[in-house]
């Protein structure tokens, strides 16, 4: 019998779903080989970034009906196969005093509920050890609590892990997830500036991030805390500067009262545009309820390369001019029948100049709009928050403006055949990413309309605040041994000073940027490379069709395979978790590359029977 070693770096969700198809395609295509997948993470088996220890005010950005770690229809899903939201409610979570825990006051959990990440973290625990359970005779499973930090190009591959241990692996699946940037120019100045003026100023501090969210305890009441970033990762921020020092919000009719607890610093706002992320509208589509393309479909984007090929001879289009009209007339689209409250055909379907107006102050906000100070633009930012809680009130399908700007996550599907593999011209690549795909994530993927209202209240009581406006420069301050944010409005200059600076915002993943050791030893080994759309590189490593990472020379590496966030360049929205009934793009993915990995064993075990009968 041969022996295989499969390594599977990264315990996260995406090493589960690796780990989970090799258990599903082996118990039911019986092996003539052996098989020793080593799964390799410094944490818990299985938890990834969400680690069951970390503070409960720290919450899954999905509504908890949404997540499932099961493939629909597999032995794991038969044998035990509850989403989040039936698991967490079988292990007796329940909503006590405004916090999730195990107990039997309080009311029961509901598919609407968002759930502390620690929970998601011990159900993805639960997920590993299940698995184990599911083990066929000829595969086992060795746990590696290590990080594994380079990876020597012989056959077979030598993983060497930062406990001194060194793996032979056939083959690899990186599916090392989220990660941390290594310290840019401003990041490397801010922290200097911290280090050489800490004895002037003893709060002074810079955070490259917030995590983990334990090194902000440290952080002292008396501080002014600058925040930079509006979305998820600041929400986190705030939350941990607030309910984390023992604050806590109590209900007041329709909205939410800060009650203090004194142990908060000052915080201030700011971003590039200073404009707050939506809510997400209360969802009433149910599972696996979808906006239904009319317009924005991937025959019309087929249509579209077609037309490009026979006028250019190049099948990549301009987002701005061939994708976003469709983009515009199927979020308009989805705006009139929920206005009406009825389907409209869409047969000669045409936005009035009315719809337009009225979605472009939606993504565009700040056009048109001059503000004379901070206190004009102060007012504009609160109510837009204001009206942005009332249209989450309604719902995503009742609300005109939640069921448009739910168009951008129903249709990723067709985003990503836009997209990915270089779907789009170079120039037009850029501007998606640096400057539409900001604008999706903020109308779209925003935080849980509680987090918004919890924001509201925040500024109510005087806990948090703006630094600035739009187009606001944060500098140091040498005389003063503090930061200062600067805001250029109309009549006057609006400056505010902070102690502390944390870029709040998540880390994209580039292989040129990456702060981890892997990725930099694989670089100086030729064994990845980044992936470039021309001279445009929008992030992760270069792949082909089959998820192989490309080397330095252009070649595939067929024992190789790079799934989930390292390969977000080449692919478009690899973080999300899979649905409960729904052929999660996680799971197919999972699969493909593990049927690859199984072809070629069965092939080499082939070659080596054929070899033996010969002697």
């Not at 005779?137 to 892990?161: F, G, M």
């Not at 090392?176 to 500036?193: E, L, N």
């Not at 301050?477 to 805001?487: A, L, M, P, Q, R």
Request: contains cysteine; neutral net charge; hydrophobic residues 35%.
């Amino acid at each position: 019998m041969n022996n295989f070693n499969v390594a599977i770096i990264g315990g996260g969700p995406r090493g589960l779903n690796v780990l989970e198809r090799f258990i599903e395609i082996t118990n039911k295509n019986k092996m003539s080989s052996r098989l020793k997948v080593h799964f390799i993470d410094p944490g818990i088996p299985g938890e990834g970034c969400h680690p069951s220890s970390q503070p409960d005010h720290l919450l899954v950005n999905t509504v908890s009906s949404q997540v499932t770690i099961y493939a629909p229809d597999s032995i794991a899903h038969r044998d035990n196969g509850l989403s989040f939201i039936d698991w967490a409610v079988s292990k007796n979570y329940r909503k006590i005093d405004g916090k999730y825990k195990k107990g039997c006051g309080g009311n029961q959990l509901t598919d609407m509920d968002y759930l502390p990440r620690s929970i998601l973290g011990e159900y993805l625990g639960m997920f590993f050890n299940h698995l184990l359970s599911l083990l066929p005779e000829n595969v086992d499973v060795i746990v590696h609590k290590a990080n594994a930090i380079d990876i020597s190009n012989e056959n077979p591959y030598k993983i060497e892990l930062d406990n001194n241990n060194i793996l032979d692996a056939d083959f690899i699946f990186l599916t090392t997830g989220h990660v941390y940037r290594k310290p840019s120019k401003v990041d490397q100045g801010f922290a200097d500036f911290a280090k050489n003026h800490c004895h002037r100023n003893r709060n002074l501090a810079y955070y490259q991030t917030p995590y983990p969210i334990g090194n902000l305890d440290c952080i002292s009441s008396n501080a002014t805390v600058l925040i930079q970033g509006f979305g998820l990762t600041a929400h986190d921020t705030i939350s941990a500067l607030t309910i984390g020092r023992g604050g806590h919000f109590e209900e007041d009719g329709n909205k939410l009262r800060y009650c203090a607890s004194g142990s908060e610093p000052d915080l201030r706002l700011v971003s590039r545009q200073c404009l707050p992320f939506a809510a997400r509208g209360t969802n009433q589509k149910g599972l696996t309820g979808r906006h239904q393309s009319q317009f924005f479909t991937l025959e019309a984007i087929t249509k579209l390369r077609q037309q490009a090929i026979q006028k250019t001879g190049d099948y990549r289009l301009n987002f701005q001019k061939d994708v976003m009209p469709l983009i515009l007339k199927e979020v308009i689209y989805a705006w009139r029948c929920a206005k009406f409250a009825k389907r409209v055909d869409p047969r000669g379907f045409q936005p009035t100049k009315d719809e337009i107006n009225s979605i472009n102050k939606i993504l565009w906000p700040l056009e048109g709009n001059s503000f004379s100070d901070f206190s004009n633009y102060r007012a504009f930012f609160k109510k837009m928050v204001d009206e942005d809680l009332l249209e989450a009130v309604k719902g995503n399908m009742n609300s005109a403006v939640k069921a448009s700007t739910d168009v951008l996550r129903d249709t990723r599907d067709v985003l990503r055949s836009v997209i990915e593999f270089g779907g789009l011209l170079p120039e037009s690549h850029k501007y998606f990413i640096e400057h539409f795909n900001p604008i999706i994530n903020r109308v779209s993927f925003g935080p849980p309309l509680r987090r918004v209202k919890e924001v509201q209240a925040l500024f109510e009581a005087g806990v948090l605040d703006l630094a600035g406006g739009p187009g606001a420069m944060v500098i140091t301050n040498e005389s003063t041994s503090e930061y200062e944010v600067i805001t250029k409005f109309a009549n006057k200059i609006y400056k505010q000073k902070a102690d502390i600076v944390i870029s709040a915002r998540l880390d994209g993943y580039s292989p040129l940027t990456d702060s981890s050791r892997l990725t930099e030893n694989l670089l100086k080994r030729s064994l990845i490379r980044p992936w470039m759309n021309g001279d445009y590189h929008p992030g992760g490593v270069d792949i082909d069709k089959h998820m192989h990472p490309i080397d330095s020379s252009g070649k595939p590496q067929p024992r190789l395979w790079a799934i989930g966030f390292p390969v977000e360049g080449a692919h478009y929205y690899t973080h999300a978790l899979p649905r409960p009934h729904v052929d999660s793009r996680q799971i197919t993915e999972a699969e493909n590359c593990v049927v690859d990995c199984l072809k070629q064993i069965t092939e080499i075990h082939k070659r080596s029977q054929q070899l033996l009968e010969t002697l």
